[in-house]
């Protein structure tokens, strides 16, 4: 067993005191640090670039080159950038996954996995179909129809994580709300590892949810294989989901446009806000849980000054038997801060700044500080809601913003998988009612073929 560190001096954990002097510009430092920006690359990976070609560039400009070769030779370049990239060795024909190494990995699935997935997938699927928009019609005065309709669509891209560990769950919480809309074709890509489209526990998720088309690709290869398509091998898709690193982000961004994406995702954010009530050692698990993604964002808000070194405490002890204590140390290192405030409403408004992915709201009377707070990708209120049940077994997705953008952004649902259009279907009384006010407004853009459209109509 590891060796438990001595005090919390061990962890060196921002600490912020928001109630001094400086402290905005040390939260606004703290919200820009893992915002995928594109333009921080660590060495090892100015190395790979040099290496695969020949030159220093930004991310930005790789996901560029990617895309842009993945668009002109299709199959050839994913092969060459899964060789160069991935160090796999890969044929066209062994791109795609063939069913009965999906059949293979299902039936050797342990029977309590399966029930859990079954499980999970009908606590996902009921939620998802709960929230699911439905057509709208309103009837018009002289007696004609406006509707709103909602439909599938046709064909959706996924992109499963695969570098430091396998995520049967983001499977999950990405396919399970595309059924639920009615979505028929679903193609699910993650990198030819171990962890990625290799991994049996992750085929026999894609299998149990009757997914058959699944590839091994990943990163910007693999995003631009969905978005413009690899001849005789599969079609380009309408929407790319699901996480990823940062060129999977920054290739998302790149494709936007010819395809829908969910949303430019950097690392994984935790916010607890916590007082007196709160558990430490609860507080500490929940901030870890986070780190532990490596890298991740963990910070803590309190009025409750004596709360801060507690969890300091914790975090030190609980870091020391935790099997990714490293990986979390090093995020909570990098990435995280113990954060005070002057009282309760001021924690709210950093919560609100900071516009964080997960926020938890560990205090008393959650619910009075829920109306406090608007900016989250999704909210976890009182001690027995940890983020975790958020990320497996709730209901809603787990694909949420990060970086901030939850000021704007929303999580992925159903609803993100639909397409809208209105249905007008006015009456002639309609349009005599209407018609003088459509003209008026034509005339007065210029546009007389406009008026001419509805007064031709209307002569006697």
Known sequence: MPNQPSAAAALRVERIDARLAGAAEKLEALRR???PSGDVVSEAGRRKTIEVFGEPLSPVQVVERICGDVRARGVRAVLEYTHKLDGAELAAESLRVPPHELQAAHAAAAPEFLDTLRRLRANIHTF?????HHDVEVATAGGGTLRQRYLPLDRVGVC???GAAAYPSTVLMTVVPAQAAGVKEIAVVAPPT?????NQDLLATCHELGVTEVYRMGGAQAVAALAYGLQGLTPRVDKIVGPGNLFVALAKRHVYGEVDIDSIAGPSEVIVVADATTPASYAAADLIAQAEHAPGSSVLITWHEPLVEQVAQQLAAQLALSPRGDLARQS????GALVTARDREHAAAIAELLATEHLHLACEDPQEMLGRIRS???VFLGPYSPVPVGDYAAGPSHVLPTGATARFASGLSSNDFL??????????ADLRQNAADIVRIAEKEGLAAHAAAVTLRLAP
Do not use: D, T
Request: glycine share 10%.
């Open 332 to 335: 909570l290192e990098s990435f």
């Open 194 to 198: 171990k962890f990625g489209s290799y």
């Open 33 to 35: 640090k893992l915002a």
């Open 160 to 162: 499963v994580p695969g």
């Open 128 to 132: 998802q179909s709960a929230i699911l």
């Open 376 to 378: 989250a990708g999704a």
């Open 419 to 428: 397409r809208s259009n209105s249905v007008i279907h006015w009456s002639e």
